[in-house]
């Protein structure tokens, strides 16, 4: 049976972005807090590399109750066991996707436009991130920034429930929330001042 993709704080467990000796510490932090998914993005990594990681962190997730998303690898979401993929214009196709993963996976799209929130919609998925929202550093060639008025117009328009990413952090985390989105997704915002208190106070935002 298919988990829904919960609400609320979507944790990116970024590698570009931390200590490689903290990486299940800061992960176990995310969850212990109460954030509700994690994904594990690894850009810079080789798939085959990271499958004892991606065990560790299905164990992780699961003793918390937690969602867990690999990004781009199908194989890998497949091979640890994950709830779901989320894929960039990069990766295997949804419809592809859908095929190898069955209709009980969590598959999420994302997008940068409103014509591709359009696109996504006759889809077989599950979600989609819509971004940048702000300006990132998280991506060496990001997209146009699209700002909280578009992230608006993409939640009315798409016909699966939005994820809104980029650059958010708790300072700007209100005018998100004003557009209704359906999760919020954080890379560096949920690791400063710590990540205990970030996850913390943007927990209590999103309450």
Known sequence: MKKNLPKGLYAI?????????????TAEIFLREGAPILQLRAKKREP?????????????TSGYGAFFVM???????????????HLGSQDLDAQTARKRLGPNFTIGLSTHNLDQVEQANPLSIDYIGFGPIFSTSSKEAPDPV????LLKEAVKRSRHPVVA???????????????QPHAIAMIQGLLSPTPSIAVREILKKLS
């Not at 085959?48 to 992780?60: A, D, G, H, T």
């Not at 699209?146 to 008025?149: E, P, R, Y």
């Not at 990413?165 to 557009?179: F, K, M, R, S």
């Open 13 to 25: 467990l970024d590698l570009d972005s931390i200590e490689e000796s903290s990486i299940l510490q």
């Open 48 to 60: 085959q590399s990271l499958l004892p990681l991606c065990q560790e962190l299905r164990k992780l």
């Open 71 to 85: 990004n781009d690898s199908v194989n890998l979401a497949l091979r640890c066991g994950a709830d779901g993929v």
């Open 146 to 149: 699209v700002g909280t008025s």
């Open 165 to 179: 990413i980029g650059g958010i952090h708790l300072q700007n985390l209100e005018a998100v929330l004003a557009a």
